[in-house]
């Protein structure tokens, strides 16, 4: 089994940062890509960032320039610094790490529980 857990949420104010992390572990032999999604009030899950483990990155337009995802591979973890945060922002984030549990097996995304990001004055 494999888990996914997230921490660094909470409230900041408009302009401000915040960085969140999200580590994996259990039956873990290789992890491949991981990245953030985040779901507002009303909206759909939407992407914001992702990282492949050669270090390939990917963001969602209205982060660009502002968000930053980076991965330490030796310990299965997944960083996003988020600054000049605006409103907007405010979502639930969540991690997800695309997993291969054995040698030859097709990776599978596992999911963390989501982390509140408030973004007000």
């Known amino acids: 089994q494999v888990q996914v857990v997230e921490s660094g949420g909470g409230l900041v104010q408009p302009g401000g940062s915040l960085r969140l992390s999200c580590a994996a572990s259990?039956?873990?032999?290789?992890?491949?890509?991981m990245g953030w999604y985040r779901q507002a009030p009303g909206k759909q899950r939407e992407l914001v960032a992702s990282?492949?483990?050669?270090?390939?990155?990917n963001y969602a337009d209205s982060v660009k320039g502002r968000f930053t995802i980076s991965r330490d591979n030796a310990k299965n973890t997944v960083y996003l610094q988020m600054n000049s945060a605006k409103p907007e922002d405010t979502a639930v984030y969540y991690c997800?790490?695309?997993?291969?549990?054995?040698?030859?097996?097709?990776?599978?995304?596992?999911w963390g529980q989501g982390t509140q990001v408030t973004v007000s004055s």
């Open positions: 259990g039956s873990i032999f290789s992890i491949w890509a």
């Open positions: 990282i492949t483990s050669g270090g390939s990155t």
């Open positions: 997800y790490a695309d997993v291969g549990t054995a040698r030859g097996t097709v990776p599978i995304d596992y």
